[in-house]
């Protein structure tokens, strides 16, 4: 098993750029089926969901080449079979978008039931619901979601949950489908209105991406594209706070300053200095940082994404902060290696109490999940002392290179396997 070993307490400089958005690519490969023709996507992360994700495309018949480390060529004309077994799903939920790009496409699919994970139960009740009123009908039998219809007709949809799966799942059932869909109460995440762009630049007819009211009209077909993703907004909010919570001066560049609006508010608010480039956001400190309340929500709120990157700078900040977890029912865990690193945060239900501390010291932690991953990542650059983390692969997921990023901005970060981490520890002694 892989771990990532930081000697904490080094000031963060330079520049870093941020890579594409996992969570745009892992819905913009699915849609991509939906055509019987080739599409190429650039600025794809190179991160393992991806590689999970484009595994499952390959099983299922779909022709996928790496132009270059960042642009896949994808050639679905040729898909034999509409099952996508629980091995894909189990190693990443988002196969679940396989459902409507599947159902879009042959108006039928078989995709495995996606379990829970450590964030909350995630239920896709909202994405059932969706498909039904497009005229699927949708049975769980075995661990197995099936869908299936004779013909896929427009609808009214209104979410009963803000639901971003949900909203992009039901887009991919409704662009090949007869007539108008209305998506009401829809997610508005800048990931969505990447994956309506991408599928806008193939043919379909989608409005109202990135407002709560989705309209589709349904096209015949579909036609390849060459399109180029957003970058990630919640990448670059991790390395924005990489340099806050090592007092450095940071700049992240290749991003959409709109999209990082929730994120540097907070952190002005915080008094972080914030300054605006053309395609980038420089961090730097300007005075003492304050305590601050934080409630996470469905963008434009504070993206529940960031929630355990700011939980771990709040807790080197001193005074009392609050951060409310409004979206999961159950993404603290991370607190408990917090704590185990100098950290004094208490939770109770939705609600994170953080006293700020002095300073947090280094120790052997293990990431729950991958923006836990992220948090402890960010105490552990701060920390006095070695901090060592396991369960790299959850932050693999989500960030590419992490460790070569952070290199780059005068970190003292190296991975290791944990046999060549304690060798490396006997050395020390
Ligand atoms: C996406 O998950 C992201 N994952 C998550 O990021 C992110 O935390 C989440 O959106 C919220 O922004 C991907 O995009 C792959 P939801 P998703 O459906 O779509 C409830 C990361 O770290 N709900 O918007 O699964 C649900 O329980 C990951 O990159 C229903 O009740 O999230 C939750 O409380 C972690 N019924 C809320 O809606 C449903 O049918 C939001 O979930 C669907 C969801």
Request: glycine share 10%.
């Amino acid at each position: 098993m892989e771990q990532l070993i930081i000697n904490g307490g080094k000031r963060l400089n330079g520049t870093v750029s941020v890579s594409g958005a996992k969570n745009a690519a892992l819905a913009i490969i699915p849609a991509s089926i939906l055509c019987k023709d080739v599409c190429i996507i650039e600025n794809v992360p190179c991160v393992n969901d991806i590689s999970v994700l484009l595994d499952a495309m390959i099983e299922l018949g779909v022709k996928v080449n790496y132009i270059d480390e960042h642009t896949i060529r994808i050639d679905a004309r040729k898909i034999n079979t509409i099952r996508v077994n629980y091995e894909h799903i189990n190693k990443i939920r988002a196969s679940y978008y396989l459902l409507g790009a599947l159902l879009g496409r042959f108006n039928e699919a078989e995709v495995a039931l996606p379990g829970g994970c450590n964030i909350g139960n995630r239920p896709i009740d909202q994405h059932i619901k969706g498909f039904e009123a497009l005229g699927a009908e949708v049975s769980i039998e075995h661990g197995m979601i099936n869908a299936k219809t004779d013909k896929l007709v427009g609808s009214n949809i209104y979410l009963d949950v803000v639901s971003v799966g949900a909203t992009i799942n039901i887009v991919l059932a409704a662009v090949l489908a007869e007539g108008l869909t209305v998506i009401e109460n829809a997610a508005k995440e800048p990931h969505i209105v990447d994956v309506a762009n991408f599928l806008n630049s193939m043919g379909a007819d989608i409005k109202g991406s990135g407002t709560d009211t989705i309209k589709i009209h349904g096209v015949k077909k579909l036609h390849g594209t060459q399109y180029m993703m957003i970058p990630d907004q919640i990448e670059a909010g991790t390395y924005m706070v990489a340099g806050v919570i090592t007092g450095g001066d940071v700049t992240v560049t290749n991003l959409i300053p709109k999209h990082m609006e929730a994120i540097s508010a907070k952190l002005k608010e915080m008094g972080v200095g914030i300054e605006e480039l053309d395609e980038g956001i420089r961090v730097f400190m300007k005075e003492p940082l304050k305590s601050l309340h934080v409630k996470t929500l469905p963008y434009p709120g504070f993206p529940t994404d960031m929630q355990p990157q700011i939980t771990a700078l709040l807790a080197t900040i001193k005074g009392t902060s609050l951060m409310t977890e409004g979206v999961w029912e159950n993404r603290f865990q991370y607190t408990d290696e917090l704590n185990r690193m100098g950290a004094n945060i208490k939770v109770e239900g939705s609600t994170a109490f953080i006293t700020g501390v002095n300073g947090l010291t280094g120790a052997e932690v293990t990431s729950t999940d991958l923006r836990a991953g992220a948090a402890l990542v960010l105490a552990g650059l701060a920390a006095e002392g070695q901090t060592v983390i396991n369960h790299t692969d959850y932050i693999d997921r989500g960030y590419e290179h992490i460790e070569i990023k952070l290199q780059k901005l005068g970190a003292n970060i190296y991975r290791a396997t944990a046999a060549e981490n304690k060798k490396e520890l006997f050395k020390v002694m």
